[in-house]
């Protein structure tokens, strides 16, 4: 196979996660073939552009089928072997999930969870409908690992209440990583996302670069190459201090160069400055040491300063990823799709769920595509980043973008405040408008107390600072990337009305927030919570209590780690009732689930469309479990964090009371990142791996994977 892309070397030169939201993201090396020495021409094709890389006819084929009867329900489930044998690849270190994330390559198994993978049905309506799945997969393993999309098509057998594998299958060559899928309600049309490397479309050929036509300047800056040259030239002993982190580690890890040899320099040019009682390179930082810092390079050799300058771009370059919406019309998944760039934001962290929409001829007679993903803007002056996210509404009837003015369909960039950790597109029919659920981690109520918001943004507010969104919940987070709990998607169910899952602490207590009610508002709280749906349906209380600066702090246990597990620390999960622009004020809230002794994450949600909903989540460590509190660290023990220890499924009505459930799967389980379909008929699917749970856990990369179908009764 002629694969394009090594996802191994992009993610060591692009996942490096963000010191600040001033400067931070992704940090590369010379590993990375689209860096040069001077920064000129970097990712330049030689020549004129090539085909693309053929995709590739694959194998899927179908196992043993098992069945569970939940009393309300029945599941049953397929072996499904990737295609050609190949196993799915890993999660990328340093991913948020809702309790927890991926951590660095220091141990392996932290990592090893499976890359999120995404569904796509059709036929529906039809006794044989169809399920499409795009799935990253593996070949190799350590620095030789190579990783490249693949799309495979399954369809449901009536008679065994299960798929069968119909052949219509390809490996993506084109491709590092295949995201999010959309398929037309009668198969015709199935586009997914494609990630590429950088400024691949200089390389090969594509159908319509859709950025470039349409986008903004920051959706055209792919990196920040010059930026960070005309830095070193410019101000290099600034540039140094002000991102100490970042660079000091070429003066304190140089075998031969001592600060004790500036020292004497230093304090003649600079009598009024302290270096304190053990000066070392580490002190210089900050703008006040500009000077200082621009005096030690310019005492520096030649061959030390160009090493130096090397150091620091292989630090400082920053380079965006490409997605690619690749589209198979009345084709079958083996011949080549049609490739159009339509995001050039895409790296670093790889935080969020990149999901596709299709929607085909609304009231208005408009076909589109949207997908939410993170999205990384550049300084044009001093080449730092910022991370936020945005959402694309592609016109499909003419392959165009409309991301500015009156009329503007989606944003390419800013949801929430701060840096998003994940963002879920959806999609609400009865008003016909796209959005976005967002969580992020900057405190924008009262920062110090290092809260992140979570955030509702349709398709029609702007990329401007005003325009953030509609604040729904906060949830504690203490650094870019460290969070305690997210919103995870977002159901429609009319015209003015969509359901908001989120995870969450109880961050404030209920005594404290009866008084705040009470003595702000009058409310009366005698007969219900003050978190349940009386909070917002008078006012986002939530937000109310932070802004207002005569509230106590919030305690909470450390995000990182801690001794061990404590009611601090416990999560659980709500359903935020909003309105068609995302606002909560004037609906509703209601907790779920709440576990006095585990922390619950992972949930579920989708619309059975007979008047039920189905809810899922997973229990995580538990108190009585008395293991260390590990989120983050290089320890075993954060696989507690990561890996279930059981799934649970129930069913809820239209006002979120539980009717049937909660019932415990013994075998059957979800990703964190992932979501399940509406198949049709009271029919829910999603696939995951075998032996999900962390007592007999398989792994997070393998071949045979389980296709899953829920059958709620309520249908009969």
């Not at 798929?163 to 009668?186: M, V, W």
């Not at 918001?453 to 029609?460: G, H, L, N, P």
């Not at 997210?486 to 961050?507: A, Q, R």
């Not at 702090?553 to 601090?568: K, N």
Request: charged letters at 20%; aromatic letters at 10%.
């Amino acid at each position: 196979m002629d694969k394009c892309f090594n996802k191994k070397v992009l993610a060591i030169v692009l996942t490096t996660l963000l010191a600040s939201c001033s400067g931070g993201g992704g940090s590369s090396s010379d590993s990375n073939p689209a860096s040069s020495p001077d920064g000129n021409n970097a990712g330049q094709g030689s020549g004129d552009t090539t085909p693309l890389p053929d995709n590739e006819p694959g194998t899927v084929t179908v196992g043993d089928i098992e069945t569970a009867d939940l009393g309300f329900a029945k599941i049953t489930s397929r072996d499904i072997t990737l295609p050609n044998g190949q196993p799915n690849a890993k999660e990328v270190h340093g991913l948020p999930h809702y309790i927890s994330k991926t951590d660095s390559t220091q141990d392996d198994n932290l990592q090893s969870v499976p890359l999120r993978s995404y569904t796509a049905a059709c036929a529906t309506d039809t006794d044989k409908p169809r399920m499409f799945v795009s799935k990253t997969i593996s070949e190799g393993s350590g620095d030789d690992e190579i990783t490249y999309g693949t799309v495979y098509e399954l369809q449901y057998n009536p008679e065994s209440s299960s798929f069968d594998q119909t052949g219509n299958t390809t490996i993506l060559n084109q491709c590092y990583e295949s995201h999010g899928i959309a398929a037309s309600a009668d198969c015709s049309r199935v586009a997914v996302l494609c990630n590429t490397d950088y400024r691949a479309n200089e390389r090969y050929e594509v159908q319509g670069d859709l950025v470039e036509q349409y986008g903004s300047d920051w959706m055209k800056m792919e990196d920040n190459i010059s930026p960070i040259d005309a830095r070193i030239e410019r101000d290099i002993g600034l540039m140094i201090s002000t991102n100490h982190s970042q660079y000091i580690g070429y003066f304190t890890d140089h075998p031969t160069l001592k600060f004790e040899d500036f020292l004497p320099g230093l304090k003649t040019n600079f009598p009024e400055t302290d270096f304190g009682d053990s000066p070392s390179f580490k002190t210089i930082k900050g703008n006040e040491m500009q000077e200082e810092m621009t005096y030690i390079v310019d005492q520096l050799s030649e061959t030390d300063y160009n090493a130096m300058v090397k150091y620091i771009r292989e630090k400082g370059y920053k380079y965006n990823d490409q997605i690619w919406l690749m589209e198979w019309d009345n084709k079958a998944l083996s011949e080549k799709p049609a490739a159009y760039v339509v995001n050039k934001m895409h790296g670093g962290g790889h935080a969020g769920a990149q999901e596709l929409i299709y929607v085909e001829d609304d009231s208005k007679g408009r076909t589109s595509y949207a997908f939410s993903v993170t999205a990384r803007v550049f300084d044009g002056s001093y080449g730092g980043s910022h991370y936020s996210a945005g959402m694309t509404v592609i016109d499909r009837d003419n392959w165009s973008l409309n991301m500015s003015g009156s009329n503007n369909r989606g944003w390419y960039w800013l949801c929430g405040y701060g840096h998003v950790l994940n963002i879920r597109a959806f999609y609400n029919p009865d008003n016909e408008k796209y959005g976005a659920i967002c969580t992020s981690d900057g405190g924008k109520y009262n920062q110090s107390r290092g809260l992140n918001t979570i955030a509702i943004k349709m398709e029609d507010t702007s990329s401007t600072s005003s325009f953030e969104g509609s604040y729904n919940y906060l949830v504690p987070s203490d650094n870019a990337f460290f969070s305690n709990g997210g919103g995870h998607t977002v159901v429609p169910v009319d015209e003015n009305t969509n359901l908001s899952l989120i995870v969450s602490p109880k961050y404030i207590d209920d005594a404290e927030m009866n008084r705040f009610l009470q003595s702000e508002y009058g409310i009366d709280t005698s007969s219900e919570g003050p978190f349940d749906k009386q909070c917002s349906e008078n006012t986002n209380c939530f937000f109310s209590y932070m802004s207002n600066s005569s509230n106590p702090t919030i305690s909470r246990q450390g995000l990182r780690s801690g001794a061990a597990l404590d009611s601090s620390s416990l999560t659980r999960i709500g359903i935020a009732t909003v309105d068609g622009n995302g606002s909560i004020e004037g609906q509703g809230y209601k907790w779920l689930v709440e576990d006095s002794d585990c922390q619950i994450s992972d949930p579920q949600l989708i619309d059975l469309k007979n008047g039920r909903y189905l809810f899922g989540y997973a229990q995580f460590q538990c108190i009585s479990d008395n293991l260390p509190y590990n989120r983050s660290s290089a320890k075993k023990g954060a696989m507690h964090m990561l890996v279930p220890k059981a799934y649970y499924v129930m069913e809820i009505d239209a006002d979120l009371n539980i009717v049937e459930g909660p019932t415990k799967l013994t075998k059957f389980g979800w990703g964190g990142l992932d979501e399940p379909i509406f198949l049709g008929n009271g029919k829910v699917a999603w696939s995951y791996i075998k032996n999900p749970t962390y007592d007999n856990y398989g792994g997070g990369k393998q071949n045979v994977w389980q296709a899953m179908i829920y059958h709620s009764n309520s249908v009969n």
